[in-house]
Each structure stands twice: as C-alpha cells, then as structure tokens.
C-alpha cells in the first residue's frame, strides 16, 4: 500500500485563515457601527487623513502575505482577557462619550480579538494597528508641531534677506502678513511618512540599526519638507507682493516638495534592506477552535454598542437643525447636534428674555452637551465682559442697536449643572453607571433695563437655576 499523510491535515492556502480574519474584523464593524461611521466621518472627509482610503488595501496586502503563517489556536489564552478587557473600557468610553480614546481603542478591540483566535504571529499587529493610521487621534500632534514649525521659521528667516516680525503664529514682512495655521502644522506629511516608514520597515528591513536610521530620516524628513514649504511660500508673497496663486494654493506646493523627497527616502532604504528570505507555508492541521470562536464573539456581542443603540444605527439623523436660536438683538446660539430644542419668550420681574433648552440625545459620540462645537455664545458677539457664579456663565454684550445685554448660558447632565463642557465630561461616567446618557444646554438672554444690568442677570439667574432639578430636563419615563 502507498502511505498517505493523516487526513486530519489541512490543505493550508490560507484561505480559511482569510475568511477568518476577515469575518472577525466585519464582525466588529457591525457591533461597533457607530464607532465605525465616526472615525469614518472625521478621517476620510478630513483632507488631513487623504491617505486613509490606501489604509483598508494596505491592510488587506498584509493579510494576504502572511495568511498562509496564520496558525488557529486550540486552547484557552490570556489574550482572551485583555479582549474582554478592551471591550469593556471601550463600550464605557462609547456610552460616556468620549470620542479620542473610543477611536484609538478600536483597533486593539480588533487586535486582541485575533489574537484570541490565531496563535502570535507579527503579522496580525500590522494588520490591525495599521488601522490607526486611519482614524483620527492625531490631532493632538498639531499644536506642538505648530509651535515647532513657528520656531523653526523664525530662525530660518532672521537669515534671509525679507525683514520679518514674528507674534505668536503670525509673520508679519513688508508685503503683507501670514499664519502659521494648524494646517502649516505639516501633520499629514507627518503621518503619511510615520505610515509608509513603518510598512516599509516591516516589509524590507530587518536590522534594529537599520530600520532607526530609516526612521529618523522618514520623520526629520517630513518635518524639513513642510518647514521648506512654509519659508518658501513666505519668500514668494515677499518677492510677488502677495500676488503669486502659490500663496492661496500652498498645499499643492507641500506636495510637489514631499513626493520628491519621498522617492529619496525610498532610495535610501532600498541600501537599508536585508535580503529577504522567503515566508514558508505553515502546517495547518486543525481549523479554527469552535469554543474560542464563541468565547470571541459572545464577548463582543455582549459589549456591542450597535446593540445597545438598537435600532438606531446613526444618531446623527434624529438631530434637527430647523430651529435656530435667534433673536433681534443677537445672532444664532453656536449650538449643534441637538436632538429638540424648546425656545420661550417669556417675562420675569419685569425682564422681557429669552430662553432655550437644548436636549442631546446622548447616543452615537457627537450628541452631546459637550460637543466641540457647542461653543453656544454667538461667533460674532460684540462682547465688553463675563463671569461665572453658580454654574452659570453670564456675558455681558452689546447688541446691534450698541444697547447692553446679558447672556446666560449652562450645560447640564444627570448630576447638575456646570459651567464648562471639561466639567460636564468629567461627571459622565457616574452618569452612565446610573443609566442616564442625555444631556442639555440651557441658555437665556436679554437686554438690561439699566447700566449695571444687574436686574436682566437676576432674571436670567432664577430661570436658569430651575433646572437645578434636572427631573425638570430629563423626564424619566413612568
């Protein structure tokens, strides 16, 4: 007889490892939709994250060349924990509504999730991690880039032959005046390098030694690319008398400097790589453990914020935006993402004022009191002065017709009113573990009857404070 190999081995294409890898990251983007459409409309609608269309290809590449490594545990292990750990912190984060942290968080969500299922295997960090790269966290990096970028200019200058006066972020020369935005900050460039350095690192290079020495050159790089870009565009409004279409087209001239430099960077890390030994095709002999399988997706079903928001799968479009808090003698209220709004007219002690409630629904992550964008105080408010008594915020403005008045303003969640948004995020957690998600902005204005205006603040004071009882905002059902 001719032997033959055990039929209990696997053909091992990697195909089922694929559809493995690839069901379990499907999965989690429907349980954790909300997060999903998100990250989906801060990143990809941001023309600081262009790159993010290329991450979900790069991402299948990877899964591609190391599937036929992948190997399914058997057995129970620790990964299973810190998924379960994960999970927990991240659904406390979604229902808290706090944005930053539940984007980053995902990505490990989907990391330990595999990580459970296949036994270790470098590859299944790249294609997890790599995900960051899409999502928006890194806005953080801007200031501190900003603040560099301005230092850097500044002494650049004070060599050339363009008489320059630096103020905080603002270059002043003889043709006219420039910012030093966020946007000058040269974020993208220095994601889109942190990205293409560190794939191509784990594709080509396998020296500690070589792959620091790419690194460092990828990111001064990126940061010597967008300080060129800046002193450039400067030098030119001086010699164009601000007349030349790069000024108001600079972002186009960082490209055209970056992809220059990009083909260097490259070219020197083609001398960086190793000789790359070919990936072996790894025995499979068992599939997938049924048990972790379960164990894997009862948790994520258990901690699925999709789940928990049934049926409502986009927050966002149970907002009205018809209502616009408006008066004669002030523009619009800065408030958005609110689910009802409730505008009154009304008279206390003689103060004609008035007043709104705005209420957030408190599902997704943008319906929120504490939204970034709630600024509430009308952007072009011609203001003399403000304090804050009582959780209350209290403006003192003049309006079209140069009369005083006063607006009063407050945001407020389960536990009270409080004067400023950080506040409000801060109580949040307690809020949660009671059940409560909603929250409110109540706001009241009116013209002073006299010059101090302190009868217009009294009024405004007593009909904001009603809502100290916050039963009065939130009705609970029965």
């Given at each position: 007889?001719?032997?033959?190999?055990?039929s209990n081995k696997l053909n091992n294409s990697g195909l089922l490892q694929a559809a493995v890898v690839l069901g379990t990251t499907a999965l989690?983007?429907?349980?954790?939709?909300?997060?999903?459409?998100?990250?989906?409309?801060?990143?990809f609608d941001d023309g600081?994250?262009?790159?993010?269309?290329?991450?979900?290809?790069?991402?299948l590449y990877v899964l591609y060349d190391c599937r036929?490594?992948?190997?399914?545990?058997?057995?129970?292990?620790?990964?299973?924990?810190?998924?379960i750990a994960s999970l927990a912190i991240e659904l406390l984060l979604y229902l808290s509504q706090i944005s930053l942290p539940v984007r980053a968080l995902l990505p490990f969500v989907l990391l330990f999730s595999l990580l459970s299922i296949f036994k270790h295997h470098k590859s299944l960090y790249v294609y997890a991690l790599v995900l960051l790269f899409a999502t928006p966290i890194w806005g953080i990096l801007s200031p501190p880039l900003q603040s560099l970028s301005t230092t850097v200019v500044e002494m650049v200058m004070a060599y050339t032959h363009v008489p320059s006066y630096f103020e905080g972020n603002v270059v002043s020369i003889p043709?006219?005046?420039?910012?030093?935005?966020?946007?000058?900050?040269?974020?993208?460039?220095?994601?889109?390098?942190?990205?293409?350095?560190?794939?191509?690192i784990y594709f080509n290079i396998r020296s500690v030694k070589n792959a620091l020495i790419f690194f460092a050159i990828c990111m001064f790089g990126a940061l010597i690319v967008n300080w060129v870009r800046i002193i450039t565009i400067i030098l030119i409004g001086h010699e164009t008398q601000m007349q030349s279409e790069i000024i108001y087209d600079h972002n186009n001239l960082g490209w055209y400097l970056y992809i220059p430099y990009l083909l260097l960077a490259f070219y020197v890390g083609g001398k960086l790589s190793s000789e790359l030994v070919a990936q072996t095709k790894v025995e499979q002999t068992e599939g997938p453990s049924v048990r972790g399988l379960a164990f894997v997706i009862l948790a994520q079903l258990i901690f699925s914020p999709s789940l928990i928001d049934w049926p409502v799968w986009d927050a966002n479009k149970l907002n009205t935006q018809d209502t616009k808090a408006t008066t004669s003698?002030?523009?619009?209220?800065?408030?958005?993402?609110?689910?009802?709004?409730?505008?009154?007219s009304l008279s206390v002690n003689q103060v004609e004022l008035n007043h709104w409630v705005f209420l957030f629904s408190g599902l997704g992550l943008d319906n929120k009191a504490s939204f970034y964008l709630n600024e509430v105080v009308p952007e072009d408010l011609r203001i003399d002065s403000s304090e804050t008594e009582q959780a209350i915020n209290f403006v003192y403005f003049r309006s079209a017709a140069n009369r005083p008045g006063v607006l009063a303003y407050s945001y407020a969640g389960a536990k009270g009113m409080v004067s400023n948004r950080f506040a409000l995020r801060a109580q949040r957690f307690s809020e949660i573990l009671s059940g409560q998600r909603q929250s409110a902005i109540v706001a009241a204005s009116a013209l002073c009857v006299d010059n101090d205006c302190r009868e217009a603040k009294q009024a405004l004071s007593m009909q904001l404070l009603k809502y100290q009882d916050t039963q009065l905002l939130f009705q609970q059902p029965g």
């Open positions: 007889m001719v032997a033959t190999e055990s989690i983007a429907l349980l954790f939709w909300p997060v999903v459409l998100d990250i989906w409309r801060y990143s600081t994250y262009s790159h993010a269309f290329l991450i979900p290809i790069v991402a036929q490594q992948l190997q399914f545990r058997q057995g129970a292990s620790l990964w299973l924990v810190l998924l043709s006219g005046q420039f910012e030093i935005a966020n946007g000058c900050s040269g974020l993208r460039y220095f994601i889109t390098s942190l990205f293409l350095c560190l794939l191509y003698y002030h523009q619009a209220l800065q408030v958005a993402q609110y689910q009802s709004v409730e505008q009154q």
